[in-house]
């Protein structure tokens, strides 16, 4: 069976905006629709703060608030270590002032394993790059970068905005950079000698009850030095409770590949061998741990000139970067990916069973032309025959925040495709501490509450801040005399608890991490910490009553991971890579999936106030709240609204008609006894019935640099909608307008200018702006931009009349 080709599936304002015009390039739905609003922006010489400030910033408080990104230029003061680092490149005979050098490092960032050079310029970490000399980085190289000889130097590895903003949080001037006891209900001063002589007589005590009242709180870890300490302290306090939460649940996920495995596992895909990419509400390009792998991979099968193109199907609730790069979307709430998942599964066991293809004909019409019912049918038909008859290369993957059982049944159809093994991989799980039970969060604030806890150590990532709405933790932790909090920065958390002490910043720290392929990773610190923190090993270990030095732990740790005693030679050679190949820990491909399809009624069109969804998402610039106190990564737009320090509720123009709201009006959202306030913003390609809301907004900062009052809130947070059984999608939610404006702040119409600009933009489109056809660039190869689409500039117009 042949793979036919589908045509492209574009969004259709028409369908909801009756002015819109085919072909018609606009930025934001002002701009399509011509509003008042976005005439009178068109006629304003400059936009607001371009050439004046607006009105209550001072010019005092704007040179303070970008101080904090500005501040690594300043940072001459830095202390030199007293160790040489092995460097990534070949060492010079002497220091050259101004010349930078590369170190290599990995460290665990915002739930995932990072890989990077350090550009460190006498002393101090300036930038970071992506590793391309890791195993990962090599793997997915684009193909013309990754031949050998001269293009090679070209090799380069992936980052992500979280890496890149981590820079400027090593210089953030609101780091914790102090010890502090809780005394008569605040924080006050202390020292770290303080601290170790309390955590010795306290673990003392712990030991003689076998930690019976004891918990720690962590999220989970791929460091397997943390891992190890962990399990020494269990064996330790063997009644001690450890609880593993993260605020981006993907549980479900591990859970289902463990089932499928029968032992701890992870899912991991290789797109670049896949020639049809089935994402079912799975953003693999966007907010997926391993989207920079992914979007490597995923590229490397989008060169036509090089080989056959793959295809990308994406079925979701929100337009995500995945969605944007389909080459055939359409949009279903989350809740029922399911069910469309099991139409999907029926389709494909009937083909495999030698059913009769649907044939759709050369006159039948557009995709974005049809009703919603007819768009499912097509795209089921579709997937399920471009899947079969891609055996063994195709994936059909689901969003990480999906249920188990949707898990499991993307698991069972990938093996009944004979993509296991291929394109679909179960890997031993980075995650699992051995020996060690977790107990889950609710379970261990009711055990607080109860008195059975009494006390807690807890290992960073503001958890008081993150807890769903029904797990009040932050109250809990206020009636513990021995809560022992490990962070950055002095935040919600830590004003809950008796002890705050600084962790320093991965830059600053010797750690190391699992990749997703098994290699063992080293980090070692690029600067000596500059406000005196203790990385998390160190932390751990000095909790435990015998500090070391966190090359030490790092070290003992990579002899038991390797087998063998880590020699010096071997050591130096771990932190001049960054890694160590270490053997594959991808499982067997015989899974265990049973199952049947589910069967459930999949309806696109139909919802009604009071049964609306909410799909609750990480930010994509300061994740679940951890990098709010980044100015750069507020600054920085979220990807398809082009927000800016700021969160809504997105909605589809057809849900705020149905809803009575419009863009720009601030929306009420009620699900029982909870409610919380967003500004609407409207987005084209918004499944209907569905609103999308972003983490991490909310917070409170208490700095003069932000606001002279001492007190901004930046954004809503979203907590008080979620529950521990439901992180990440809200059912059965009604919307009230409340009919008070809110300007959102977006670059959307950036650089729009005056009629005549807008004009030339136009009528350039077609030339800055190139489409064409997989066979026209397979007719015309190397040479189709030249042959079809011409020079890239405007026609050459002379100054003067000839």
């Known amino acids: 069976m042949q793979a036919k080709q589908l045509p492209v599936i574009k969004s259709d304002p028409s369908k909801q905006l009756p002015s819109s015009e085919a072909g018609k390039y606009w930025r934001s739905l002002s701009e399509l629709e011509q509003t008042p609003e976005f005439e009178q922006f068109l006629h304003r010489e400059f936009p607001q703060a371009a050439s004046e400030f607006p009105s209550g910033v001072s010019r005092r408080r704007w040179l303070k608030l970008m101080s904090a990104s500005l501040a690594l230029s300043g940072a001459a003061g830095c202390r030199y270590g007293p160790n040489e680092f092995a460097a990534y490149v070949q060492r010079p005979e002497n220091m050259t002032p101004g ?218 609730a929100r337009y995500s970067i995945t969605g944007a790069s389909a080459d055939a979307r359409l949009a279903v709430r989350s809740s029922q990916i399911g069910a469309f998942l099991g139409r999907l599964e029926t389709r494909v066991d009937e083909l495999l069973a030698g059913g009769n293809s649907t044939a759709f004909g050369s006159d039948e019409k557009p995709f974005d032309k049809i009703e919603a019912s007819e768009q499912l049918v097509r795209m089921v038909e579709s997937m399920a025959e471009d899947l079969v008859a891609n055996k063994g290369a195709g994936l059909v993957a689901v969003g990480e925040f999906q249920p188990v059982e949707v898990h499991l049944a993307a698991l069972r159809l990938n093996k009944k495709l004979g993509n296991n093994g291929h394109t679909v991989f179960l890997t031993s799980s980075r995650s699992h501490i051995e020996g060690v039970s977790s107990v889950a969060l609710g379970d261990l604030v009711e055990d607080i509450e109860k008195g059975a806890i009494t006390s807690l150590w807890v290992l960073g ?146 919802f009604e106030n009071g049964d609306l969804e909410i799909n609750i998402v990480p930010s994509d ?53 909870a409610a919380l306030e967003l500004p609407v913003f409207q987005m084209p390609g918004q499944a209907d019935g569905t609103i999308t809301l972003h983490l991490g907004y909310g917070r409170v900062c208490r700095d003069e640099a932000v606001n002279s009052n001492n007190e901004a809130v930046v954004g809503s947070d979203v907590s008080v909608l979620r529950s521990m059984s439901s992180l990440h999608l809200v059912t059965g939610v009604e919307a009230r307008n409340t009919s008070r404006p809110y300007k959102l702040v977006t670059t959307q119409d950036h650089f729009a200018i005056d009629k005549l600009g807008m004009d030339e933009t136009v009528k350039r489109a077609p030339t800055l702006v190139r489409e064409g056809t997989l066979e026209q660039i397979q007719e015309y190869g190397s040479d189709y931009v030249e042959h079809h689409l011409g020079t890239h500039h405007p026609a050459l117009e002379s100054l003067w009349e000839e």
């Open 99 to 316: 010349i930078a050098k590369l170190y290599a490092t990995s460290f665990e960032l915002a739930g995932r394993a990072v890989h990077l050079l350090v550009r460190n310029t006498e002393g101090r970490p300036i930038k970071v790059e992506g590793n391309a000399a890791h195993p990962l980085m090599r793997a997915s190289e684009p193909n013309e970068l990754g031949a050998e000889g001269e293009k090679s130097r070209f090799a380069s590895g992936g980052t992500d905005v979280f890496s890149q903003g981590c820079v400027l949080g090593l210089y953030d001037p609101d780091r914790a950079h102090r010890v502090a006891k809780r005394s008569e209900g605040k924080l006050v001063d202390s020292t770290w000698g303080e601290f170790a002589e309390y955590a010795a007589s306290h673990f003392e005590t712990l030991k003689s009850k076998q930690g019976e009242s004891h918990a720690i709180l962590l999220s989970p870890t791929c460091s397997p030095s943390v891992k190890r300490l962990l399990s020494e302290l269990v064996k330790t306090l063997p009644q001690a409770r450890i609880a593993l939460y993260s605020s981006i649940d993907r549980s479900s996920q591990v859970s289902a590949a463990s089932q499928a495995a029968g032992q701890p596992a992870e899912l991991l895909f290789n797109l670049g061998a896949a020639k049809v990419i089935c994402c079912l509400d799975a953003d693999l390009l966007g907010n997926d741990h391993n989207s920079v792998v992914y979007s490597r991979q995923f590229s490397k099968g989008r060169e036509p000139i090089v080989g056959q193109m793959n295809r990308l199907y994406s079925v979701e």
């Open 461 to 606: 990532d503001n958890p008081a801040y993150t807890a769903p709405g029904d797990v009040k933790l932050g109250d809990a932790l206020k009636k513990l005399d021995h809560a022992v909090y490990f962070a950055e920065f002095e935040d919600e958390t830590a004003q809950c608890c008796s002890w705050s002490l600084p962790l320093a910043h991965p830059l600053e720290a010797w750690g190391d991490v699992t990749s997703i392929d098994g290699s063992y990773c080293v980090g070692q610190p690029q600067i000596l910490p500059l406000l005196g923190g203790k990385s998390t090993v160190e932390i751990l270990s000095l909790l435990a009553g015998h500090e070391g030095s966190g090359e030490e732990i790092v070290r003992e740790t990579a002899s038991a991971v390797l087998g063998e005693h880590v020699t010096s030679r071997t050591w130096r050679e771990a932190l001049h890579a960054g890694f160590v190949v270490s053997q594959s820990n991808v499982l067997d491909s015989e899974w265990t999936t049973e199952g049947e399809p589910q069967s459930s009624e999949l309806d696109l069109e139909d």
């Open 621 to 673: 610039t300061i994740y679940d709240g951890r990098f709010a106190k980044n100015v750069w990564l507020q600054e920085l737009p979220q990807v398809m609204t082009k927000i800016v320090w700021d969160n809504a509720a997105i909605m589809s123009p057809a849900t705020a008609k149905k809803l009575g709201v419009s863009h720009g009006l601030v929306v009420k959202l009620v699900k029982d006894n």
